[in-house]
């Protein structure tokens, strides 16, 4: 697929493309919530107990195989974590009880536990030394597929009923084929590489963990603005400007679409400048245009909202690089700890915003979220590039 020190795009694509339907069958979960809400008769409670299952088997359990992996790589174990969500979502087509439901949660999500922290480390393998433009390809597939989730669930679960998502089952399938020769791939590049020495952190320990406290802070900023973004713009837009569904998924529309040219963009533009620079422009260089957000009329809420997801979403690619420049030889730990907190994060933000929007209306949320981004001013703390090449 490519030679031993050239860029595997092959693998790349693979990679970016089974992330994508990975993610939409864990969108596509939260979506059938109201469908299922219906057919079973459930409670909030227990639709927010279906999240927690979901949740700590998605999001907690990704650093603990990114920690086993590291130690023991299993590139072959990618087909058997597309083969968890492929089980999953036939559970779920086909449940008749709430405990099916909540198993077929945790099977999707025991599959995004195992996808995530060995796929990045494959990408990082196939990257050729573009490791940011590797990250940003295989992260883009995961965004992609995390704004499919919802249309399809829309067009083709609702007009047809619960056991339409069994049809996802196959484009699980697929994947697990895919990912079989990708972890077959994987593994004669692992077998040749596997005299390579450990490598030692760059920098001394107490400085390593300050700056992945700092990183996960800064990851953590995003996510809290991009939860606002993604669970209550589109009722902000429809508040604000009289909008119906349809121009308020529109307004929706627009931001998830700059986040995916962000993350492509972020990647490789790390790739030229370093990821220390992206990370500062991405996070703190987004804060004059969070700021206006609020304050505008309705075509430049639109053109704010694709700049704020364009900027926004360059970070996270180059935050992953530069962790794992921190922590050689722990790509899969970086990887868990990152993807799994970003998405944990997400959702428990989502939840608590939902919250204070109760509480003093979602105009108010927006305008206090729009001060986040001033937290990238904790990219000082971060080591120089020149530190970490030493």
Request: proline share 6%.
């Amino acid at each position: 697929m490519a030679g031993s020190g050239g860029t595997a795009w092959l693998v790349l694509c693979a990679i970016s493309a089974c992330h994508m339907v990975n993610d939409v069958m864990q969108s596509m979960l939260s979506a059938i919530y109201p469908l299922l809400q219906r057919e079973f008769s459930l409670s909030y409670a227990q639709i927010g107990v279906m999240t927690l299952a979901f949740q700590v088997t998605a999001s907690l359990l990704q650093p603990v195989v990114g920690m086993v992996t590291d130690r023991h790589p299993q590139p072959r174990s990618l087909p058997l974590g597309m083969g968890s969500t492929f089980c999953g979502v036939l559970l779920l087509a086909y449940a008749t009880s709430y405990p099916m439901l909540l198993a077929g949660a945790m099977l999707v999500g025991i599959g995004s536990s195992v996808f995530h922290p060995e796929s990045s480390r494959v990408a990082r393998l196939a990257s050729g030394g573009r490791f940011g433009t590797a990250q940003s390809l295989f992260q883009l597939g995961g965004n992609f597929g995390q704004a499919l989730g919802p249309l399809l669930a829309a067009f083709i679960v609702v007009p047809l009923g619960r056991p339409a998502v069994a049809w996802f089952a196959v484009a699980a399938a697929l994947g697990s084929a895919v990912l079989w020769q990708v972890g077959s791939w994987a593994e004669g590049r692992r077998r040749a590489a596997k005299a390579l020495p450990d490598l030692a952190l760059p920098l001394p320990r107490d400085i390593v963990i300050r700056a992945i406290v700092v990183l996960a802070v800064l990851t953590f900023t995003k996510n809290i603005y991009g939860a606002a973004m993604t669970s209550y713009f589109t009722f902000f837009t429809m508040e604000k400007f009289g909008l119906g569904p349809q121009g308020g998924q529109i307004m929706l529309f627009l931001f998830l679409a700059g986040m995916a040219g962000g993350v492509l963009l972020g990647g490789v533009v790390g790739d030229r400048v370093g990821p220390l620079r992206v990370i500062w422009i991405s996070i703190l260089g987004v804060l004059p245009f969070t700021l206006l957000l609020p304050h505008v009329g309705l075509i430049a809420t639109g053109v704010l909202a694709v700049v704020i997801g364009l900027i926004l979403a360059s970070a996270f690619p180059a935050i992953v690089v530069f962790a794992q420049e921190l922590v050689p030889g722990r790509t899969g730990m970086i990887a868990g700890l990152f993807f799994g907190f970003a998405f944990g994060m997400g959702g428990i933000s989502a939840a608590a915003l939902g919250v204070m929007a109760d509480q003093v209306g979602l105009r108010t949320v927006f305008v206090w979220c729009s001060f986040l981004p001033a937290l990238g001013l904790l990219t000082i703390f971060l080591p120089r590039p020149g530190r970490l090449a030493r």
